[in-house]
């Protein structure tokens, strides 16, 4: 068993943190779908603009001490002006924003075993916590894993602007040292919110958009059969590889194939129709919503 880790900076925020919820989007959008892309589009490019504004604060910040360090007052202070005006545009853009995106780093972590394997790996470490092992169990569980996380850092646009405004002060009244420690504290109190997208999950809501379209169509032959019997099936083998995972409650994932049953019932014999997968996809989509981890 082996842990493929893959690591990409990106600033296209928007695009990932919408991945989510738009993945059963149909190829041939309606003018309302094409009005929503439009909107999209939009907040992405405003998300890019408030990242490129935060991150020059944090860099302008950053540039002060490096004066201060060398105790240039004056160009620490210049730095701390440039840094108060970003913040400023940021604020007058949006004056309820609670934190600016000052940063993303995605990283994607890929558990390259199947089922069986996940299973095997649970029962020994279940087996080393029952000794008492805690840290060899550990160690073994961290590699389960198959998701891809989007770590966005904020300034929070409640305390970093006041900072700035306290440091520049204590730079005009001499007193650098001081200065220094409100700007490294204003640094060190960024916040991190994280967006955890299961890649089960979405393998198999991948699956249904294809059972999908052929549940939909009308005399299906032998084969169309055959794909829509294998595209159920996998999306019920990746929902139990999340499962055991732990990437829910067994009561989130039971609702689920309940789901996956009752759609395979109203597809048996070659009967058609549209609207069977609503129930799902929103269940899907709720669960995404709600396995999200707290701000930190």
């Known amino acids: ?6 690591v990409m900076l990106t600033c296209l925020l928007g695009a990932l943190v919408l991945l989510p919820m738009t993945a059963f989007a149909d190829n041939a959008a309606p003018p309302a779908a094409r009005a929503d892309a439009q909107t999209q589009s939009q907040t992405e490019e405003k998300r890019k603009t408030l990242i490129a504004d935060a991150t020059s604060a944090i860099q302008e910040t950053q540039s002060a001490l490096k004066h201060l360090d060398a105790a240039n007052l004056q160009d620490a202070l210049a730095a701390l002006e440039r840094a108060t005006g970003k913040l400023d545009i940021i604020l007058a853009r949006d004056p309820k924003l609670e ?3 000052a940063g993303v780093t995605v990283v994607t972590y890929d558990f390259e075993g199947g089922l069986d394997a996940v299973k095997r790996v649970r029962k020994q470490a279940q087996e080393l916590m029952d000794e008492g092992r805690l840290q060899e169990a550990r160690r073994l569980l961290k590699n389960l894993a198959s998701e891809t996380v989007i770590s966005v850092s904020n300034i929070p646009l409640a305390t970093y602007p006041d900072a700035i405004k306290t440091a520049a002060k204590l730079i005009d009244q001499n007193k650098g040292d001081a200065a220094k420690r409100v700007l490294q504290t204003a640094l060190n ?19 249904l958009k294809t059972a999908e379209s052929l549940a939909g169509k009308k005399d299906r032959t032998k084969e169309d059969n055959d794909r829509l019997k294998a595209s159920m099936d996998q999306a019920r083998s990746q929902l139990e590889f999340a499962q055991a995972l732990g990437y829910g409650t067994k009561n989130d994932f039971d609702k689920m194939y309940q789901e996956l049953n009752e759609i395979e019932e109203k597809t048996a014999n070659n009967k058609f129709g549209t609207g069977w997968f609503a129930k799902i996809k929103e269940s899907i989509t709720d669960f995404m919503r709600s396995s999200q981890p707290a701000k930190h």
């Not at 068993?1 to 893959?6: A, N």
């Open 1 to 6: 068993m082996s842990l493929v880790c893959k």
């Open 99 to 101: 934190l600016a995106p």
């Open 189 to 207: 109190t960024q916040v991190i919110t994280e967006t955890i997208i299961p890649l089960p999950v979405v393998h198999a809501r991948e699956s």
